[in-house]
């Protein structure tokens, strides 16, 4: 059974800082990864999509990575603002059962 | 583009009342899901559909019914509503059940009473 991980649960970080989210899975055979953000109230928002083939994706500040065989991805913030205080999801599509697993968030607070 | 448009945002019920949650994508999307998201549990899948026409249980499928007549709509059904059913309802969507970015709406926000 595929489980995703996102430790801590909360960060919190002065304005300017480039930061790192980590998401961490235990089944390897996937078939892409997919990062969220959650605003408080709202749906989720997709910010990247990354495929088992690849290793990286990119839109604008924010960087995506995956290691498939450590079972690990993270998300690079750079030069991180006010704005982009949220709850951040990784989910998991795992190709054994179909099945989207989503891990339980990162609640990132910038301060000003 | 609308996106995922989910309806209505809020709703309360009375415990054993039921209730159809509407969801409708314009992307021509062949899956769309439902979830529920409770505090500590996370999202978790009720119900899903690969094309119009099919439909398979998530996680969570207890309680709830969906159809799928047309592509662009996936309602939600409540048969008689507990309220262990409080939660936060999203519809998701995405281009086949293998391949593209999930996209969802806004959300319903559910209480049973």
């Known amino acids: 059974k595929q489980e995703v991980t996102q430790i801590p649960a909360a960060l919190s970080v002065p304005e300017g800082e480039n930061l790192v989210l980590n998401c961490s899975f235990t089944?390897?055979?996937?078939?892409?990864l997919q990062w969220f953000r959650q605003d408080p109230g709202k749906g989720l928002t997709s910010l990247l999509l990354?495929?088992?083939?690849?290793r990286e994706q990119t839109s604008g500040r924010l960087n995506a990575s995956l290691d498939k065989s450590s079972g690990r991805s993270t998300l690079y913030i750079a030069a991180s603002q006010p704005g982009d205080s949220a709850t951040y999801l990784c989910?998991?599509?795992?190709?054994?059962?179909?099945?989207?697993?989503f891990g339980k968030g990162i609640t990132l607070s910038v301060r000003p | 583009n609308a996106g995922v448009t989910q309806t209505p945002k809020f709703q309360v019920l009375k415990t054993g009342q039921s209730m159809t949650l509407q969801c409708a994508q314009d992307?021509?999307?062949?899956?769309m899901s439902w979830y529920r998201q409770d505090p500590g549990m996370g999202l978790r899948l009720i119900h899903y559909?690969?094309?119009?026409?099919?439909?398979d249980q998530g996680e969570v499928p207890n309680g709830y019914n969906v159809s799928r007549s047309t592509t662009e709509d996936f309602p939600l059904r409540l048969l008689s509503a507990a309220p262990s059913q409080t939660s936060v309802y999203f519809c998701?969507?995405?281009?086949?059940?293998?391949?593209?970015?999930?996209?969802f709406g806004e959300g319903s926000r559910l209480t049973v009473l």
């Open positions: 990354i495929q088992s083939s690849q």
């Open positions: 089944d390897s055979a996937i078939y892409n």
């Open positions: 559909s690969v094309g119009a026409g099919i439909t």
């Open positions: 989910a998991v599509y795992t190709g054994a059962n179909s099945k989207l697993t």
């Open positions: 992307m021509n999307h062949e899956y």
């Open positions: 998701a969507s995405r281009k086949t059940r293998y391949t593209g970015e999930l996209f």
